[in-house]
């Protein structure tokens, strides 16, 4: 058995409370008078017991074994001075059992007949019992076992919630990973391929004397070939979908007023808006851009349905920031986990990958917000 933490403040406390109790109670029987009076060691079996119920969480079947074996002689033997916090701790201790074994584990059987035992002691040395005492005696331990089960239930059902939450996590970033790898392998196999073609281009436009600059660009060309070739071979089982001609063009910033009109079809009105002079970026990154601001859109209209969406590209100082930005539904309900999804551990891999920034969140005056910042190298390099 896994070894369990030990006791924390809470358990501190009712170990208190348990103490207290069960003293105020035997101080009360040791100054009662007659011949019912409680003996003073019965204040040492208190403690003992408050110790089992600190310890209980770190050892529920020892703990609830130990007190019963205690327990049960004293109770037989002074039926008649029988406390309440006798049963208490048992109750406790019986719970403590439950929410932690399942019912077929031999240590919660083992726990329930010494319970019975219990009962049955408690029932049959207790003077003047009436059919509502037994029944209340049966309908606490009812209670307590019941209450154990069903806190192992949940805290089951709870565990077992959180582990599909993170398997789900792993698979949407393995998933979004899986894309980012095919989607740049097609930017690097496009780009490789015009350079190619390129310098196929120009080995045909050498004059006959050039031999050395034909066989350098001989040379250029088939390790060109080789590395597109090698990239489809690395890259090739991580598609799931057709292979893409090389040179198809790739989804970039530039074609964001095609999404746009998607959107708009689909019933998002958006508004678009460009600050700043745009300039060439990284195929890579100009790609990323474009699936950030697809995706923010894409978990607009499945959250918030047709409402007013607006995305601001903003072209800066070794910067480019993007802002999606939307009103929140139309009809006043409130949105589902909008931007709290695959989608956003999505754009979170997007940007980690190029370094940048990422804050998304409900907007104070109300809809949703995505705001990236992904920075640009300082000599952009231009891919055709």
Not at 1 to 30: H, K, Q, Y
Not at 43 to 68: D, E, K, M
Request: aromatic share 6%.
């Amino acid at each position: 058995m896994s070894r369990r933490p030990p006791p924390t403040p809470a358990d501190w406390l009712i170990f208190l409370a348990f103490l207290l109790f069960g003293v105020a109670e035997e101080l009360d029987g040791v100054m009662g008078s007659g011949e019912y009076g409680r003996p003073w060691w019965w204040i040492g079996v208190v403690v003992i017991a408050a110790v089992l119920v600190l310890f209980r969480q770190r050892v529920p079947f020892t703990a609830l074994v130990a007190y019963v074996s205690i327990n049960t002689p004293l109770t037989a033997y002074h039926g008649d001075m029988f406390a309440a916090w006798q049963l208490y701790v048992h109750l406790l201790l019986l719970f403590t059992l439950l929410s932690v074994f399942p019912l077929e584990d031999r240590r919660a059987v083992a726990g329930l007949s010494l319970t019975a035992v219990y009962a049955v002691v408690v029932l049959v040395t207790a003077s003047d019992l009436t059919p509502g005492d037994v029944a209340v005696l049966l309908v606490m331990i009812s209670l307590a076992g019941g209450a154990g089960i069903a806190v192992r239930h949940h805290r089951q059902v709870a565990l077992q919630a959180q582990e599909r939450g993170e398997l789900l996590a792993r698979e949407a970033v393995t998933e979004e990973r899986f894309r980012i790898a095919r989607e740049l392998h097609d930017v690097v196999a496009h780009s490789v391929s015009v350079m190619v073609m390129q310098a196929g281009a120009a080995r045909l436009m050498l004059r006959p004397e050039q031999a050395v600059e034909r066989e350098a660009l001989n040379v250029v060309e088939e390790t060109g070939r080789e590395a597109v070739e090698e990239l489809r071979l690395m890259v090739g089982l991580l598609r799931t979908g057709p292979v893409k001609d090389g040179l198809a063009p790739q989804p970039s910033l530039a074609r964001l007023d095609e999404l746009v009109e998607q959107m708009r079809l689909a019933g998002l009105d958006v508004r678009l808006t460009v600050e700043g002079d745009p300039v060439p970026l990284p195929a890579g990154l100009n790609l990323s851009a474009y699936r950030i601001v697809q995706e923010a859109l894409t978990n607009t209209l499945r959250h918030a349905g047709p409402t007013t969406s607006e995305v601001r590209i903003s072209y800066r100082s070794r910067m480019l920031c993007l802002d999606i930005v939307d009103e929140g539904p139309r009809d006043g309900r409130v949105p589902g986990m909008n931007g709290t999804g695959h989608g956003l551990v999505g754009m979170r891999e997007r940007v980690a990958l190029f370094h940048g920034r990422l804050s998304a969140g409900p907007r104070p005056g109300g809809g949703y917000g995505v705001s990236v910042s992904l920075p640009i190298a300082g000599r952009i390099t231009v891919v055709t």
